[in-house]
């Protein structure tokens, strides 16, 4: 499973670049998938497992860190530093509007519905360059839309017919800790029924899948396979196939953001096409 751990340099953040690779810990596994994010001071650090305080303080991470950052303090995000941040983010809208939250508070007007993975380094509205307003968000392991999953399907329904969104997508990682278990051949306990629909994917293009060799690139394949049938899953629905009838809305899109760049890839599903095919068999209008 990925974790990711965000920490703050108070000083000389500028020695660092999203090029630099940092040494987590002396375990040769969770160095493999590092990955720096650098944004207003803040570096966000991505391993293979949870670190915490102390681990900066006790393995080698901190003396690659002091040798790129000099004499700088490293500190993991605190619980009462959340509520800073709040506070600052709330001060900083309204120096640009005074009356930001009045506006707000009346209404929502989403053009967008975004699915999402759960995992934290993939912020839907961060990555989108998204207002407070602007996205209507659900996110679960994998990002995954199953038809007898209430809760994806009351936001689909909620989104197209009440909020009208125009475009619903479905947005999935490279290096997806959801996917990568479904390719795990082991009882993951409570989560058997919902990787399940990952294996189900897999199984849909397995011949694509086994033809290629190497095991990262089956794993990146499975991740955009797995956002294509999702999408094609939302596409299934009443809901949607209705409102387009009748609106030419909401068109259904496929994203894949590259973790280690963290640019989002569009997977250019054609959305006329696809309605077309399924409903051979899934035509509920
Ligand atoms: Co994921």
């Known amino acids: ?56 303080h006790n393995s080698r991470l901190t003396s690659h860190v002091s040798r790129f950052t000099h004499n700088s303090q490293l500190t993991m995000i605190t619980y009462e530093k959340i509520f800073e941040n709040n506070a600052a983010w709330v001060a900083e809208k309204q120096a640009t509007d005074v009356n930001f939250f009045e506006k707000l508070a009346k209404e929502q007007n989403p053009d967008y519905l975004y699915i999402g993975c759960s995992d934290s380094r993939v912020t839907a509205e961060d990555m989108m360059g998204a207002a407070p307003g602007e996205v209507f968000v659900h996110r679960n392991i994998g990002n995954l839309v199953v038809s007898i999953d209430l809760n994806v399907m009351s936001v689909i329904n909620y989104a197209v017919k009440v909020l009208e969104v125009k475009h619903i997508i479905v947005c999935g990682h490279y290096n997806c800790g959801g996917v990568k278990a479904a390719l795990t051949q082991q009882d993951m306990g409570i989560l058997n029924p919902w990787l399940r629909n990952i294996r189900d994917v897999f199984r849909l293009h397995k011949e694509e899948l086994h033809a290629i060799q190497d095991p990262k690139k089956q794993f990146d394949r499975l991740v955009e396979l797995n956002v294509r049938e999702q999408a094609i899953n939302v596409i299934k629905t009443a809901a949607v196939q209705q409102q387009f009838i009748h609106t030419g809305y909401p068109i259904v899109h496929g994203w894949v953001m590259d973790i280690k760049s963290g640019r989002l890839i569009d997977l250019q599903i054609d959305f006329e096409k696809e309605l077309k095919g399924i409903q051979e068999i899934y035509r509920l209008v």
Request: net charge positive.
């Open 1 to 56: 499973r990925l974790h990711s751990t965000q920490a703050t340099f108070t000083t000389h953040i500028s020695q660092l670049t999203s090029h630099d690779s940092l040494l987590t810990t002396d375990n040769s596994r969770l160095t493999t998938h590092k990955t720096l994010t650098i944004h207003n001071s803040q570096l966000t650090i991505h391993t293979s497992a949870p670190l915490s305080t102390s681990n900066f």
